[in-house]
């Protein structure tokens, strides 16, 4: 008798209800189950490029544990096999693909409702340029996604892309936003800002004191977003349709100059800050004789886009327009830094101007 209540009580009945479908923009039927989380499904399948990237990861991760089956496309064996545990067995579905090859490009986006676009690259190669990477790539990706008619494209883009910007990172983007507007006029476009985490380049390259040559226009305004938030903002713009051929601009609640995010890094790492402000010129030139070794330290395009401040699209949507109230960046720097302190301060609690700015206490 009680080996058999305890085996009622263990098996899960999932009631459907009408509320549990849903019918997508272009009328396809997507068939919710469960509660949501773990061994639930939201009916979803989204295929999301880059995925492997330090962005890719955190949306693949949010994805998966809803129950979204995830197509993965791939280029390198290594870096994608973490992404496998992120949701359910069979939940994350790998595929190797390459830029180039249109084929690939098909079979990854033929069987989702929703494509995302996180190939991005902040140097060019000698396999791929910005050109190869942010238009071309699109192209390739959008083509295929108007030719499956996938419900969804969300291309992600950053801020101040721009055909006229003096950056080729920054103009090349914004070509990919228009490359994908022109084949598919429903596509998302998402532009965030710099964005910080446990694996960015933002935080990490100055608490490793990476860039002690720092540029001469330190006071050059940044409005860096977490890494958490840019993910949930694309997770939710899958869910909601209304949110099809709108373009959003995600950043941080507070902007700042580069001074006072420098002078925040020294204040958490407990380490002075040394550094050399030089002007553009000499930074370029420092950056070209760089850009010439196999490994990426900087190129002369990043040099270019530390002297271009933030700059905002009137008309774009907002965090605010998802319902997400975005993390301020000292709230989280201690946690991201803490890692550049010296051993005999790692666990020192924060100092009172940093709680001082966390909590803006007086
Ligand atoms: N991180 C930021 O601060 C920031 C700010 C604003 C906008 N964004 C944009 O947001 C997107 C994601 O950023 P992220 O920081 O996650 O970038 P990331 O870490 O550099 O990842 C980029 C992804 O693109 C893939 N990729 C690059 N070139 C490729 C190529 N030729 N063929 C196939 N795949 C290629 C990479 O694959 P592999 O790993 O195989 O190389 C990786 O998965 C990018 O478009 C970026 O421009 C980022």
């Not at 949701?87 to 494509?115: C, K, P, Y």
């Not at 949930?232 to 902007?255: C, H, I, K, V, W």
């Not at 370029?284 to 700059?311: G, N, S, T």
Request: charged share 25%.
């Amino acid at each position: 008798m009680f080996k058999r209540s305890s085996r009622i009580s263990s098996v899960r009945v999932f009631v459907r209800y009408a509320h549990d479908i849903q019918i997508s923009r272009t009328g396809k039927p997507i068939l919710r189950s469960g509660p949501g989380g773990r061994s639930s499904l939201t009916g979803h399948t989204a295929t999301v490029f880059g995925a492997n990237g330090f962005v890719g990861r955190y949306l693949v991760s949010r994805l998966a544990k809803q129950g979204t089956t995830v197509v993965v496309p791939w280029r390198s064996e290594d870096a994608k096999r973490p992404l496998k545990v992120s949701g359910d067995l069979g939940q994350v579905v790998m595929l190797e693909f390459d830029l180039r090859n249109t084929q690939s490009i098909e079979e990854a986006v033929r069987h989702s409702n929703i494509v995302y676009n996180l190939i991005g690259r902040d140097y060019e190669t000698k396999n791929f340029t910005y050109e190869d990477v942010h238009i071309e790539g699109t192209e390739r990706i959008v083509e295929a996604v108007a030719k499956y008619d996938v419900d969804r494209f969300v291309q992600v883009s950053c801020m101040n892309a721009n055909p006229e910007s003096t950056s080729k990172f920054y103009r090349t983007k914004a070509m990919g936003e228009e490359a994908a507007r022109k084949v598919f006029q429903e596509t998302t476009i998402v532009r965030p800002a710099a964005i910080f985490g446990a694996e960015d380049r933002f935080l990490n390259n100055l608490g490793s004191r990476k860039s002690i040559f720092t540029s001469y226009r330190n006071n050059r305004y940044v409005r860096p977003v977490h890494v958490v938030d840019v993910a949930r903002g694309l997770e939710l713009l899958m869910f909601d349709d209304s949110t099809a051929g709108q373009l959003f601009e995600l950043y941080g609640p507070n902007e700042y100059t580069m001074t006072q995010i420098l002078d925040l890094v020294s204040k958490v790492t407990m380490r002075s800050s040394w550094r050399f402000d030089l002007p553009k010129p000499v930074l370029k030139a420092m950056a070209r004789v760089l850009d010439k070794l196999y490994w990426h330290i900087v190129c002369p395009d990043e040099v270019e886009r530390q002297f271009i401040d933030i700059c905002y699209t009137e008309g774009a949507k907002k965090f605010r327009d998802l319902g997400i109230e975005p993390t301020a960046l000292e709230m989280l720097a201690l946690k991201y830094l803490r890692i550049y302190r010296t051993s005999s301060l790692y666990d020192a609690p924060p100092s009172r101007e940093e709680v001082q700015d966390r909590y803006m206490v007086d």
